[in-house]
């Protein structure tokens, strides 16, 4: 579901949000909760959970107090800072606030907690959107300033603070920048107060967004809140080729998704054997060419005929292997294969089969005119 400007035109164009991310509905913003208990009213001896989650730019979220202010998802609300305030939605309020926070280790009974201040007034939402407005322009010339001083960094994205007091500058860089001099150039050109952010390439690209090669958003930049470690071993579970270009997401790094089915691979390995144990049979020692994990096939071939495969099943092949490690050899592969007729009937289609097969028949119609 969208917000009502979110819908399309009547000749079918998109029509495009233009609440900026601040629907009433919540259904334009990313890491979206869904409040299940929303038509659930709490019991009378029970009061609300005084903690609610504020959504600022870029999916950024966090905690404050509702300092007993009665609240609706979807305010737009002015929030404590340091100096100064800041201006972000309500996206969630109630006990599912409490399960979030448990979620990401947030101790709500800490003394240190920020609260929100009032429901904006007209004139903090003017300010704050004037503040967005400036937010690409700055980012242009912050990048010129940075290529000016030849830092190895790239500033990513820009985000200003709701009074428009401070801004933060994300940026991406493989070693330690030493950019003193560069906030020092910041605050005269900007005359804003000034904060540097490093986030690794997976945080920026969810913050940036973008499609994936499945043809969806990135997982990142919607639902995926922690970036778990992937490496190539998960694709070698999997049986995926190394190809760095196929493995790699718009980040550099390799795709979180490999990550998704990775269990279930290995629940199934526990059935397999290991490829490259050897089978020693009388007829000579024979070799894993193939695995299908999920059928629990494999297929083996003798070291001196390497083209000629013959199938088995998991459960036989590791009953080899142990007859094999008793210090006995099996007799040969031939006796314990799995009997298959495919290769021969595909044999017989390739013998019988025209190579105009595929061609289409013409028009009977068409046939007639032209002999007339």
């Excluded at 819908?7 to 949000?17: E, L």
């Excluded at 979206?32 to 979220?61: H, Q, S, Y």
């Excluded at 800072?81 to 709500?108: A, C, P, S, Y």
């Excluded at 830092?151 to 933060?168: N, P, R, T, W």
């Amino acid at each position: 579901m969208s917000c009502k400007n979110c819908i399309s035109k009547s000749n079918g164009t998109p029509r495009g949000c233009n609440n900026n991310g601040a629907c009433t509905s919540n259904s334009c913003n990313t890491f979206t909760v869904f409040d299940w208990l929303n038509d659930i009213t709490a019991p009378d001896d029970k009061t609300m959970f005084p903690f609610c989650e504020v959504r600022f730019k870029n999916g950024r979220k966090d905690y404050y107090k509702t300092n007993s202010i009665l609240l609706s998802i979807g305010n737009v609300v002015a929030t404590q800072v340091e100096k100064g305030h800041d201006v972000g939605v309500i996206t969630l309020l109630g006990e599912l606030v409490r399960i979030q926070m448990k979620k990401k280790n947030i101790n709500h009974e800490s003394g240190d907690a920020l609260g929100i201040y009032r429901i904006a007034s007209q004139k903090d939402i003017d300010v704050w959107q004037i503040s967005r407005d400036k937010e690409e322009a700055v980012k242009v010339r912050a990048r010129k300033l940075a290529l000016k001083l030849e830092l190895k960094m790239k500033i990513s994205d820009v985000e200003y603070q709701g009074d428009g007091s401070k801004i933060i500058f994300y940026y991406t860089a493989d070693d330690r920048v030493d950019f003193r001099e560069l906030i020092k150039l910041f605050a005269r050109e900007f005359k804003s107060r000034i904060e540097m952010k490093q986030v690794g390439l997976r945080e920026e690209a969810s913050r940036l967004g973008g499609i994936g090669s499945c043809g969806r958003e990135l997982c990142c930049s919607t639902w995926l809140h922690d970036f778990r470690a992937v490496n190539t071993s998960s694709a070698r579970y999997q049986q995926l080729s190394i190809n760095p270009g196929k493995l790699s997401g718009q980040c550099g790094k390799l795709k979180c998704c490999l990550n998704y089915e990775l269990g279930t691979y290995l629940e199934a390995l526990k059935y397999i054997p290991r490829k490259e144990i050897k089978i020693k049979t009388k007829k000579g020692i024979a070799v894993c060419q193939k695995v299908d994990i999920f059928k629990r096939r494999l297929w083996y071939s003798y070291l001196d005929h390497p083209i000629d495969w013959h199938e088995l099943d998991a459960k036989t092949a590791n009953n080899l292997i142990k007859t094999n490690k008793k210090g006995s050899t099996v007799s040969s592969l031939e006796d314990f294969a799995i009997a298959s007729n495919k290769d021969d009937t595909n044999n017989l289609s390739l013998k019988t089969d025209s190579i105009t097969r595929f061609d289409r028949p013409r028009n009977r119609k068409l046939n007639k005119l032209e002999k007339t």
